[in-house]
């Protein structure tokens, strides 16, 4: 009985997620309790489930829903991991036979970096899983995507976003996080010395697009007790000629990628 409950629930809510889809306009709440064919009640249960995980929003001055902020994001992640199919497995691979070190794609996922892809020399324990997030402030993938986010006022970063102290060399100034970004702009790749974990060192290259817009995040870490970043950065050439190659296969000109 839990089971038959639970699935009408999520049935309900996947049937007002498409209405509020596929309609060229916002629905006001009659035209949703029309269009799905519930009653009143189970329309305003569902809709505040929604509005509460932010799948839906109500404006306030035309009295309409429409989708959330969280579908959104959703659909940006998925064409962008179909896009990034672009980046095969066998180039990843052969940056980590010729490098010897671990490597991962990321994307940007707003207040936080999404692995989409990881290529490991060796399995560890604290090596970022496919769908794991990591914090902007704190990774070399994050800062390449704050480096050239167009808000560098705030440094790319969200408006309440908390720059949390997570190992004693976690940079938690926006001064001293607004001086590597410009770094990172000079020399075309960003670092990370055990900032997120005290055993992980690592560097990442910006992948951009057509339209000189950053797509994705190209990783190379190890373990700190297995190379130093100084050992890490030696690397570089060999990551932005990579980052570089993959830009130009989405359209991005070679200024861009400089």
């Known amino acids: 009985m839990g089971r038959e409950l639970q699935s009408s629930i999520v ?29 009143k009640s189970s329309v305003h249960r569902i809709i505040a489930v929604l509005m509460g995980e932010e799948l839906v929003k109500f404006d306030a001055l035309t009295k309409t829903y429409s989708l959330g902020s969280r579908p959104m994001r959703w659909a940006r992640a998925a064409w962008q991991k179909t896009d990034l199919q672009m980046i095969t497995d ?77 190992t004693e060399y976690t940079i938690t100034r926006k001064t001293a996080l607004k001086a590597e970004l410009k770094r990172i702009r000079a020399v075309g790749y960003a670092r990370c010395d055990r900032e997120e974990f005290l055993q992980v060192s690592g560097i990442a290259a910006p992948v951009f697009d057509y339209q000189s817009g950053i797509i994705a995040a190209i990783s190379l870490w190890a373990p700190s007790k297995l190379a130093s970043l100084k050992q ?21 000109m070679a200024a861009d990628t400089n």
């Open 11 to 39: 049935t309900k809510c996947a049937t007002l997620l498409d209405q509020l889809s596929e309609s060229p306009d916002p629905l006001t709440f009659s035209e949703i309790v029309e269009g799905s064919g519930y009653n």
């Open 90 to 166: 066998a180039e990843l691979i052969q940056l980590r036979n010729q490098t010897s070190m671990n490597v991962a794609v990321s994307i940007r996922a707003e207040d936080s970096v999404m692995f989409i892809r990881t290529i490991d020399v060796r399995s560890v324990r604290y090596a970022p899983k496919i769908g794991q997030q990591s914090p902007l402030h704190a990774t070399a993938a994050g800062k390449i995507f704050l480096a050239y986010d167009e808000d560098q006022a705030n440094c790319g970063l969200p408006a309440d976003y908390d720059m949390e102290k997570l």
């Open 232 to 252: 890490v950065e030696a690397h570089a050439a060999d990551l932005l000629a990579l980052a570089s190659n993959i830009s130009a296969r989405f359209g991005a």
